[in-house]
C-alpha cells in the first residue's frame, strides 16, 4: 500500500509569511508524529496524535507552530510568521499503535523549508 | 535526562566489507527499544532493525545486526557485505520515557560505501 507522503516537498518562504505543511499517514495509523530535522542533525520531536487527539505537543518551539489532524487521518502543521531559524526539513511519520514505543513508525519523504 | 549520541559524523567502507557503527545512550529505563534508521540522499527515513532491551539475543536482519551491551549502553550497528545501495546516513533513536513513543535521534553517522 501507499507509505506516508508529505506536501509540499518544498516550499520557500518570506520571512514573517505563514506556512501550512500538509502530511498524509499510512491508512489505519492511529498515532502520527510531526519532527524538525536541522541540516546535518537528527530529527527532533514537535508534536503527536492519537487519532485526532493532539496528546503530546511539548517539542513544539512556540506559540508560531500549530499542528491539527482533525478527522484523525490527514494532519497539517502550520508555522506562522514564518523565521529564518525554522529552516529545516519537517518530517511526519505515523505508526499501528496507541501510545507504544515498540511500534515502528513510518516515515514521509519530509518538506524542505527554507525562510528567506 | 535521556540521550543518545553517535560519536562518528562519518564513515567510509568499501563495498563487500564490513563496518560498524556506534552507538551510546542513557536512561534510567529498565525496559526500552532501541531503533537504528537509515535516511538515503532521498530522505524518506527507514526501520533498520530494533532491539528490545529485555532480550540478551542480539537482533539480527540479514545483512544487519547489532551489539547491545545494556550494562555499557552500548547499541553498535554492524552492516555485514556492504552494497552501493547502504550509502546513507544512519541514525540510533531511543523512544522518550513518558512519552507515546516518541524518539530521540541521535546526530547521525553518515556512511559511503566505495565501489
Known amino acids: 500500500g501507499a507509505g506516508v507522503s508529505q506536501s509540499p516537498r518544498y516550499k520557500v518562504a518570506k520571512r514573517g509569511q505563514d506556512v501550512a505543511l500538509r502530511c498524509d499517514p499510512i491508512?489505519?495509523?492511529?498515532?502520527l508524529f510531526w519532527y524538525q530535522q536541522a541540516l546535518g542533525q537528527g530529527p527532533e520531536f514537535l508534536t503527536y496524535?492519537?487519532?485526532?487527539?493532539?496528546?503530546?505537543k511539548s517539542g513544539l518551539p512556540s506559540d508560531r507552530f500549530f499542528a491539527e489532524r482533525p478527522e484523525g487521518s490527514v494532519s497539517t502543521l502550520k508555522i506562522q510568521r514564518t523565521q529564518q531559524e525554522d529552516s529545516a526539513v519537517y518530517l511526519c511519520?505515523?505508526?499501528?499503535?496507541?501510545?507504544?514505543?515498540?511500534?515502528?513508525?513510518?516515515f514521509g519523504p519530509g518538506t524542505r523549508l527554507t525562510v528567506t | 535526562a535521556q540521550t543518545v549520541t553517535q560519536s562518528q559524523p562519518e564513515m567510509s567502507v568499501q563495498e563487500a566489507e564490513t563496518v560498524t557503527l556506534s552507538c551510546t545512550y542513557d536512561?534510567?529505563?529498565?525496559?526500552?527499544?532501541l531503533f537504528w534508521y537509515k535516511q538515503p540522499p532521498s530522505r524518506q527515513m527507514i526501520l533498520v532493525i530494533r532491539?528490545?532491551?529485555?532480550?540478551?539475543q542480539n537482533a539480527t536482519e540479514n545483512r544487519f545486526s547489532v551489539n547491545f551491551q545494556k550494562a555499557a549502553k552500548s547499541f553498535s550497528l554492524k552492516i555485514s557485505d556492504s552494497q552501493l545501495g547502504d550509502t546513507a546516513m544512519y541514525f540510533c533513536?531511543?523512544?522518550?520515557?513518558?512519552?507515546?513513543?516518541?524518539?530521540?535521534f541521535g546526530k547521525g553517522t553518515k556512511l559511503s560505501v566505495k565501489p
Open positions: 511519520a505515523s505508526s499501528l499503535g496507541e501510545g507504544s514505543f515498540s511500534y515502528e513508525q513510518y
Open positions: 491508512s489505519g495509523h492511529v498515532s
Open positions: 496524535f492519537q487519532n485526532e487527539a493532539q496528546l503530546d
Open positions: 536512561t534510567s529505563e529498565n525496559n526500552y527499544y
Open positions: 532491539q528490545e532491551a529485555y532480550k540478551q
Open positions: 533513536a531511543l523512544p522518550r520515557r513518558g512519552s507515546q513513543g516518541n524518539l530521540i
